[in-house]
């Protein structure tokens, strides 16, 4: 059990660029969720996946934001002409099912800056 | 969602056991209480999680009240890196869950 990674960990970009985050999830698991940390906040949920079909989003994920699980395997999450409100932390999550509760393993994230 | 209500802070001393409250009084019979805890530029980690009765394992015991109202989650021998923002999260059974995070509370352990 490798855990959850992310890549890469820090982006600095400018604003109007457009960027991409990558998430592996626990080789097992066919749920993955992306989340956003900002300073000094708890993570606020933005999008979900079970397998390749992502089943839920957050109006926190406006239409400059796109997430994609191709294969059920890893993700990809794309801030498209980013804002500097876009600085924060992308975090990324896996779980399974064929649990009474959904246990959510993190990965340590991307610290995207906009400058 | 239910919510749930921690304090801000607390500090413990090293080598001594911390206790740490959750309120959430509007908890449902279906509501699992969850415990995840970050420490500094890392993400979150699951801790422990229990549904009505006391849970162990091996980082932390859950205590959970009769009335479900409230918790505590209990580290039996503070270090140092138990240094962390610890959060409390109810989450309903039988189906994949978003997480709604508070602001959790920042446990300073001194040494």
């Known amino acids: 059990d490798t855990g959850v990674s992310q890549d890469p960990r820090h982006k600095i970009t400018k604003r109007g660029q457009n960027v991409t985050f990558r998430c592996d999830p626990i080789?097992?698991?066919?749920?993955l969720y992306w989340y956003r940390q900002t300073l000094g906040q708890g993570p606020e949920f933005l999008t979900y996946?079970?397998?390749?079909?992502?089943?839920?989003k957050s109006r926190l994920l406006s239409d400059r934001f796109s997430a994609e699980r191709p294969k059920g395997s890893f993700s990809t999450l794309e801030i498209q002409r980013t804002e500097q409100g876009d600085s924060a932390m992308y975090l990324c999550?896996?779980?399974?099912?064929?649990?009474?509760?959904?246990?959510?393993?993190f990965g340590p994230g991307t610290r995207l800056t906009v400058l | 969602d239910a919510k749930t209500t921690q304090p801000n802070s607390m500090e413990s001393n090293e080598e001594e056991p911390v206790h740490l409250p959750c309120n959430h009084s509007?908890?449902?019979?279906?509501?699992?209480i969850h415990w995840y805890r970050q420490l500094p530029s890392q993400g979150p980690e699951y801790v422990i999680h229990?549904?009505?009765s006391n849970v162990n394992n091996r980082m932390a015991s859950l205590a959970i009240a009769e009335d479900r109202k409230s918790s505590t989650l209990i580290l039996h021998r503070a270090t140092l890196r138990d240094a962390a923002v610890y959060y409390c999260?109810?989450?309903?059974?039988?189906?994949?869950?978003?997480?709604?995070f508070g602001s959790g509370t920042q446990l300073t352990v001194l040494p």
């Open positions: 999550a896996s779980s399974t099912t064929g649990y009474s509760t959904d246990t959510q393993y």
């Open positions: 080789s097992e698991h066919n749920r």
């Open positions: 996946f079970q397998n390749e079909a992502q089943l839920e």
């Open positions: 509007t908890i449902s019979g279906t509501d699992y």
């Open positions: 229990g549904l009505t």
């Open positions: 999260i109810l989450s309903p059974s039988g189906s994949a869950r978003q997480l709604t």
